[in-house]
């Protein structure tokens, strides 16, 4: 193997690790601020990628230009789906933590049954966009466009959301609510409004990283879950909760991943990613930056 | 004859007659195992198509040559109709085991077809023999499926070692011609067909002097395959011959673009490289591959039936015929063919219909020289042929006897 060819693999894997980070992270807010594991995240992400290709065929503008209208939808359904299920979800008195582990899986499922049903199963592409099929040539090592632009994003999310949690009153209320949920109600704070602005993020969150997936992946009703397990390890190798280990965490994943295929088979390609996994997990059961 | 031959050939007749006629108000239950949901399930949608086209032919009076397509139902069975009775295995064979013993034990059907993985038609096949119920393998190509001393198992399409020679000698032929084919390069998934399919190209390019000089085997359903590609790009080899399903297939096609990589030629296994999802979105990309198959439209110009049926099939499914959906259609044909000449619908006499079956390449809609199983249950006179992707369409390119034009060779050049 080349010099190039290394290089090569590890641009992509570090491109491909941002996404992964972009796609983590919004699992990770929704599990830090209120301790639910949203099962259907992957499903959160086809379903951006639908409304992506969707906005498309109906307005004929760039995906790049609708991404905000993407965001805003996703938006308005996480919020919906907190009103209209998690809320009572966390409300059972027995066993509250498998009933949301069956709400939120059961939503997926729900979800994925409906894509296939009104989507139909066939694999959907968008083609012909600005940024798809470019390609940015650095002497022999090359970055598709559409990579780039996503790893541009994710960053740019991960430092928005840094300002958001730190700088806003609105990030103040959702620390105050992580750390203590009984004693936020005491100085005012409605707990559910938090909850529910939390969730209508986190989706948000996954919805630009299925505006950006959607302009170079293909798209079909199970494409959720190529992706979800990834986003699950990622977040737990992270820390539950952390934002940042997110991001760490994300690039991570993306380039042990792509290391390993150049070591051992590439059907083995998960073996790195996971026994890291479980190393941490040994090592530090609380992720690299989990406050658990 | 005397009075008593007459008596008793009376009641026998009498009771043919109400035999005939409980089986003409009665429908013959056939399970059909396919992904319907999952990341292949737009196999199983085209596959439903594929067989309901197949259930018209047989119940329904058509002029085509082709077996029970004259009359309306079986007229063995006195006119009883096909009905289908669908599970779906999403790509997964314990989902089709237990599927198989649910449509046996409940739905009582007499057959089933299946199952387009390879690895779901290894796990309903053994269930099936395990009931005495028969197994036709329409579309999956493992060739381990028929060398596991199976009675009830049967195959009327070919297997990959068939569809791998059929590679590896137009290669020879070109090679013949002074075409400079020394390397191949081996990329294929993680389940038995990938596998399978790769052992046997791989003792192939041995046999006949080809250098592997690159051998990747894939974890399927991957998120990228940027390292994988990466790997193809260093070696180069003369030609890629790849096992793919779709999305594998998708994600390849735009990997190697993004990469800069164009490959010299491409000689894929079908699967992925057959099915119309890739050409709709990565075709631009696709344009000189070779694919194998059981199928050619071209066929039309000699068989007409294949035009007529193929019309019959666009008006449910809105696309043609493909290699994967003409083996499926036959499949229930050579079913329903089997279950006439059995006139029963007990498993062990179809069983027996079917080991006897010999029905002769015309009366096909594949370009197939016959139908004739093996003990094995396999049919070695499948013959594949090799299709070339050229502006939008498919060409016959081999062999000589079904090639409509010349390969263009390389592909991108």
Redesign the interface.
Known sequence: ??TQ?FL??IA??LL?GLIYALIAVGLSLIFGLMDVVNFAHGEFLMLAMYATFGLVLATTLDPVVLMPLVVALMFVLGVSVYAGIIRYAMRAKANPGMVQIFATFGLALLI??LA?YFF??????IANTWLG?K?L?LGGV?L?WP?IFGGAVSLAVFAGLYWLITRTDFGKALEATREDQGAVALVGIDRNRVFALGWGLGAALVGIAGAVLAI???I???VG???AL?AYVTVALGGFGSIFGALVAGVIVGLV??LT??IL??????VGVYSLYLLVLFVRPSGLFGRL | MNRREVLLSGVALSLAGTHAFAQAGKEILIGCIWPL???T??I??DARHALETAVDIVNNSHDLDLPTAKNAGLAGLGGAKIKLVFADHQGDPQKGRAEAERLITQDKVVAICGAFHSSVSATVSASCERYGVPYIAADSSSPSLHRRGLKFFFRPAAHDEMFSLAMFEFMDALKKKGKKIDTVGLFFE?TIFGTDSSNVQRKLAADRGYKVAVD????A????L???V??I??ANPDVLLPSSY??DT??LM?TM????YKPNNILAQAAGFSDK??F???GDKLNGMISRASFSLDLAAKRPSVGKVNEMFKARANRDLNDNTSRQLTCILVLADAIDRAKSTDGEKIRAALAATDTPGEKTIMPWKRIKFTPEGQNDDADPVLLQYLGGKFVTVYPAQAAIAEPKWPMNG
């Open positions: 193997m080349t060819a090569q693999v992509s894997g491909l994925q049954g296939q139909t199963p066939d694999y959907r592409n099929g390609t040539n090359f598709p990579q170079f992946y293909y079909h009703p199970q879950g190529t992706f990834i991943e792509a295929t150049l088979p590439a059907s083995l390609k998960s | 949901t999952g990341p399930a737009q199983g949608a993680d990747i085997k894939y974890r359903s991957s998120p990228s940027t390292a994988e990466q790997q790009k260093s779709t999305t998708i994600l735009k673009d993004e990469l800069g999802a890739t709709d979105a990565v």
